[in-house]
């Protein structure tokens, strides 16, 4: 069993930046491509980022040239920094760690109001 857990959001004005941290128990983090979602009120959790076992990345078009994912593997956490936050950023994140297809771990999420 694996346990994730986030970093605190917060309360950040439109154009500011924050960076979220989200720590893995265990040995097999390494491993395994690990993701960042979120959740706005009334809508779908959707996929922000992805970052592979080798460090490769991936973000939605929303985020693309704004937020930032990586991961060190030495201290079993993956990180999301956003820049340039928007209202629309304003949502629940939620770290994952993928083993395959839907299996997988969670974080309880972390919310992140932008907002002035």
């Known amino acids: 069993q694996v346990q994730l857990v986030e970093s605190e959001g917060g309360l950040v004005q439109p154009g500011g930046s924050l960076r979220l941290s989200c720590t893995a128990s265990g040995s097999i983090f390494r491993l395994y491509p690990m993701h960042w979602y979120r959740q706005a009120p009334g809508k779908q959790r959707e996929l922000v980022a992805t970052i592979t076992s080798g460090g490769g990345t991936s973000y939605a078009d929303s985020v693309k040239g704004r937020f930032t994912i990586s991961r060190d593997n030495a201290k079993n956490t993956v990180y999301l920094q956003m820049n340039s936050l928007k209202p629309e950023d304003t949502a629940v994140y939620y770290c994952?760690?993928?083993?395959?297809?839907?299996?997988?771990?969670w974080g309880k999420g972390t919310l992140v109001t932008v907002s002035s």
């Open positions: 994952r760690l993928t083993l395959s297809g839907a299996r997988g771990y």
